[in-house]
């Protein structure tokens, strides 16, 4: 049953994805035989190191959609304090509002079936932006970034280029 | 009366449907042996699965194939597992091998999905010297034929805004093509910046 639901509300969110998106926003299923499994391309925001640069997620949706969120992944090499080494996202609107694991976040700000993938694309681009330094995904990346602004706007610059086959 | 005369049809319906699921029981549970007679019969296929599923849930950074390697390790305990990975910060990566036919392929749909659209569009296998790290989008999307055909083409392609396409592969259509065209743009612009730069330095 919630099987059915989910296919239905993700066809309805693709429709109107592909109708009117936000700008610097795409995202759909990678072969619409499996609504469950979606490409998305952020695009950098502008005045942040990630200006210019177009970068790519997966979006794995589960069965109960929208009941829990989906995980987002990013398949290009990223620098960011909020996303793990193998591209997976940290970011509170991608916690289903039972499990809390940094035990700060408040409910509202975590899933609930009333978010979107496109406010979850658009939560991830400010988060692109804003880092939060309350959830380290990527050690590293946070320290350089709290440290050596100027290197970790290098590094970003870098994977930005790379993305998209400059090198 | 006899205890037979009493046995009417429903009786016979529930000893068949019970009898039915006692055969499937006993067939699903030595299935997993019969289909891999090498590994320990400790770690059944199914709850490892689960487990390092659970394991990857709690912590990312760690691998699905370390984590399943770690579990078969310590005979699937997944306390112990824990305890390794708050210790250490992460698992070992487990060999090749050993990590191949384990790996699910739900796991890691991206890399998956990724090598078969290079396969299917790009049969010719032309880049797989970066085959460790991250494709870039060009490549990905094999779209090295249109990076010099000038922004002109982008006016002739629907923009996908404003109306909705109904069937389904004009859905398909409309999406690969606004996602082209956004690598195709950022990549120009990129270029552009480059080259304002490049002549910055050459005038300097």
């Given at each position: 049953m919630s099987f059915a639901a989910a296919n239905k509300r993700l066809l309805k969110e693709y429709k109107a994805l592909l109708k009117e998106s936000p700008e610097g926003i795409a995202a759909g299923p990678?072969?619409?035989?499996?609504?469950f499994e979606w490409e998305c391309l952020i695009q950098g925001p502008e005045?942040?190191?990630?200006?210019?640069g177009v970068f790519p997620a997966t979006l794995s949706f589960p069965k109960d959609y929208p009941l829990n969120p989906p995980k987002m992944k990013f398949t290009c090499e990223m620098f960011h304090?909020?996303?793990?080494?193998?591209?997976t996202v940290c970011i509170?609107?991608?916690?289903?509002?039972?499990?809390?694991?940094?035990?700060?976040?408040?409910a509202s700000e975590r899933w609930s079936p009333i978010q979107s993938v496109e406010k979850i694309l658009i939560s991830v681009m400010s988060m692109l932006a804003e880092?939060?330094?309350?959830?380290?995904?990527?050690i590293d990346a946070s320290k350089i970034w709290r440290d050596d602004r100027k290197e970790y706007e290098k590094r970003v610059r870098a994977c930005a280029r790379r993305a998209l086959g400059l090198f | 009366m006899s205890q037979s005369d009493s046995l009417g049809l429903p009786q016979v319906a529930a000893c068949l449907l019970v009898g039915y699921f006692v055969f499937r029981w006993f067939f699903k549970s030595s299935d997993p042996s019969i289909v891999s007679?090498?590994?320990?019969?400790?770690?059944?296929q199914r709850r490892l699965q689960e487990q390092s599923l659970l394991l990857t849930g709690m912590?990312?950074?760690?691998s699905m194939a370390a984590a399943q390697a770690e579990l078969i390790r310590n005979g699937g305990n997944i306390e112990i597992a824990t305890e390794k990975i708050l210790a250490a910060g992460g698992l070992p990566e487990p060999p090749a091998p050993v990590a191949a036919p384990l790996?699910?392929?739900?796991?890691?749909?991206a890399p998956a999905a990724a090598a078969r659209r290079t396969a299917t569009h790009n049969p010719?296998?032309?880049?797989?010297?970066?085959?460790v790290g991250y494709q870039d989008l060009i490549t990905r999307y094999n779209l090295h034929s249109r990076l010099?055909?000038?922004?002109?083409s982008s006016s002739s392609t629907?923009?996908?805004?404003?109306k909705s396409p109904q069937t389904r592969s004009d859905r398909q259509l409309a999406h690969q093509n606004k996602r082209d065209e956004m690598i195709l743009a950022a990549r120009r612009r990129m270029e552009e910046m480059d080259q304002k730069q490049a002549a910055a330095k050459g005038q300097a």
């Amino acid at each position: 049953m919630s099987f059915a639901a989910a296919n239905k509300r993700l066809l309805k969110e693709y429709k109107a994805l592909l109708k009117e998106s936000p700008e610097g926003i795409a995202a759909g299923p990678i072969d619409e035989s499996n609504l469950f499994e979606w490409e998305c391309l952020i695009q950098g925001p502008e005045e942040t190191p990630f200006e210019g640069g177009v970068f790519p997620a997966t979006l794995s949706f589960p069965k109960d959609y929208p009941l829990n969120p989906p995980k987002m992944k990013f398949t290009c090499e990223m620098f960011h304090p909020n996303v793990y080494k193998d591209g997976t996202v940290c970011i509170s609107i991608l916690h289903s509002p039972g499990d809390d694991p940094n035990q700060y976040e408040d409910a509202s700000e975590r899933w609930s079936p009333i978010q979107s993938v496109e406010k979850i694309l658009i939560s991830v681009m400010s988060m692109l932006a804003e880092p939060n330094d309350e959830s380290g995904a990527n050690i590293d990346a946070s320290k350089i970034w709290r440290d050596d602004r100027k290197e970790y706007e290098k590094r970003v610059r870098a994977c930005a280029r790379r993305a998209l086959g400059l090198f | 009366m006899s205890q037979s005369d009493s046995l009417g049809l429903p009786q016979v319906a529930a000893c068949l449907l019970v009898g039915y699921f006692v055969f499937r029981w006993f067939f699903k549970s030595s299935d997993p042996s019969i289909v891999s007679p090498t590994r320990s019969p400790v770690v059944d296929q199914r709850r490892l699965q689960e487990q390092s599923l659970l394991l990857t849930g709690m912590f990312p950074q760690v691998s699905m194939a370390a984590a399943q390697a770690e579990l078969i390790r310590n005979g699937g305990n997944i306390e112990i597992a824990t305890e390794k990975i708050l210790a250490a910060g992460g698992l070992p990566e487990p060999p090749a091998p050993v990590a191949a036919p384990l790996n699910s392929s739900t796991a890691r749909p991206a890399p998956a999905a990724a090598a078969r659209r290079t396969a299917t569009h790009n049969p010719s296998g032309a880049s797989s010297s970066r085959a460790v790290g991250y494709q870039d989008l060009i490549t990905r999307y094999n779209l090295h034929s249109r990076l010099h055909e000038g922004d002109s083409s982008s006016s002739s392609t629907p923009s996908g805004r404003g109306k909705s396409p109904q069937t389904r592969s004009d859905r398909q259509l409309a999406h690969q093509n606004k996602r082209d065209e956004m690598i195709l743009a950022a990549r120009r612009r990129m270029e552009e910046m480059d080259q304002k730069q490049a002549a910055a330095k050459g005038q300097a």
